[in-house]
């Protein structure tokens, strides 16, 4: 069992930067693929950035160039650095750990760009 906790959404003006961390608990992370995902009212959730285990990353075309997924294994710990945020940025952001067939979420930190 692995145990997520989001922080550091919040509310920022266009242009500004935040970044995010996936506390994590009850396992260690080395060997899940880690993710951050998220949800904006009234859409489904979407894959914003994933990173192997490995150290290998992948974003969404929408946020290539301006966000950035980390790692940390020996703090436990996965950012997602955002820079450049626009409107279009704000939601729900979820972190996600994968293993085989587990499958882990946190309950999520919102982010709300507006000026």
């Known amino acids: 069992q692995v145990q997520l906790v989001e922080s550091g959404g919040g509310l920022v003006q266009p242009g500004g930067s935040l970044r995010l961390s996936c506390a994590a608990s009850g396992n260690s992370l080395s060997f899940y693929a880690m993710g951050w995902y998220r949800q904006a009212p009234g859409k489904q959730r979407e894959l914003v950035a994933t990173?192997?285990?490995?150290?290998?990353?992948n974003y969404a075309d929408s946020v290539k160039g301006r966000f950035t997924i980390s790692r940390a294994n020996a703090e436990n710990t996965v950012y997602l650095r955002m820079n450049s945020l626009k409107p279009e940025d704000t939601a729900v952001y979820y972190c996600n750990a994968v293993r085989g067939t587990a499958r882990y979420w946190g309950q999520g930190t919102r982010v709300t760009v507006s000026s």
């Open positions: 990173i192997t285990s490995g150290g290998y990353t």
